[in-house]
């Protein structure tokens, strides 16, 4: 099981950071795979924001890119995004996701205001 947390409410320019951990999974098979972060806005679809792979090489999507950072601590088997410089058009439910295992956590709402 996925377990995110850290969503909440605040201003543009704010900052905030998701944790997903993870439950059931074997050490070694969380530390050898990717985990991401997804968000999907209410009529749009789910998108890829952030991805760390087993050798902490990460991926994001440009609209994010040099404002989030996504981080893995492979002995607590967690996944984390700092997400910084916030703004309204980040307000979305992020998920966090394992690919190979195909698990999806429960979603955390992120609202920025303007």
């Known amino acids: 099981q996925l377990q995110a947390f850290g969503g909440g409410s605040v201003q543009t320019g704010g900052f905030l950071r998701l944790s997903c951990k993870t439950s059931?999974?074997?050490?070694?098979?969380?530390?050898?795979?990717?985990m991401e972060w997804y968000r999907k806005v209410s009529g749009k679809q789910r998108e890829l924001v952030a991805s760390i792979d087993s050798s902490r090489r990460t991926m994001y999507a440009d609209s994010v890119k040099g404002r989030f950072t996504v981080s893995r601590d492979n002995a607590k088997s967690a996944a984390n995004l700092q997400m910084n410089s916030l703004t309204p058009e980040d307000t979305a439910v992020y998920y966090c996701?394992?690919?190979?295992?195909?698990?999806w956590g429960p979603g955390t709402l992120v609202t920025v205001s303007s």
């Open positions: 059931g999974i074997i050490l070694s098979d969380f530390s050898g795979n990717t």
């Open positions: 996701h394992a690919p190979w295992k195909g698990l």
